[in-house]
């Protein structure tokens, strides 16, 4: 039943929303798929969350004060264990099954994308 839920809910879902621009989940139709097409797009988004991470800590170093360095590394620190635990939990509600993972994927996805956005509007816009 969750797996008919998920399926349908993937499909409704605009995944080219979780997708960088030329990469999308389209034509994936199992759950396989749709895992292995998420973890290559979240291993997209990781980079470059860790790359406009490096960015941001980089002009604070360089701009800010030592206390503003320290705030953004805690402030990283903390968001990395609540994203940990949000998606955990998302996993969860499958009660392990074959939808939790890309259930918790996806959220990691939709999760960096937003710290991504976050980090470019507090430390790079005005670059």
């Avoid at 890309?102 to 999760?111: E, M, Q, S, W, Y």
Wanted: proline share 2%; net charge positive; glycine share 4%.
């Amino acid at each position: 039943m969750k797996e008919a839920f998920l399926l349908l809910t993937l499909l409704a879902f605009p995944i080219s929303s979780l997708a960088q621009e030329n990469e999308t989940c389209e034509g994936a139709m199992t759950t396989y798929d749709i895992s292995m097409c998420f973890s290559r797009i979240l291993k997209k988004v990781e980079r470059e969350l860790n790359s406009t991470y490096q960015r941001a800590l980089t002009l604070t170093q360089r701009d800010y004060t030592a206390r503003d360095v320290q705030n953004l590394r805690f402030a990283e620190r903390r968001w990395m264990a609540y994203r940990v635990a949000a998606c955990n939990a998302e996993y969860e509600l499958w009660g392990f099954g074959s939808g939790g993972p890309a259930a918790h994927t996806g959220c990691l996805i939709k999760i960096a994308k937003q710290r991504i956005a976050d980090l470019k509007e507090a430390y790079l816009m005005s670059r």
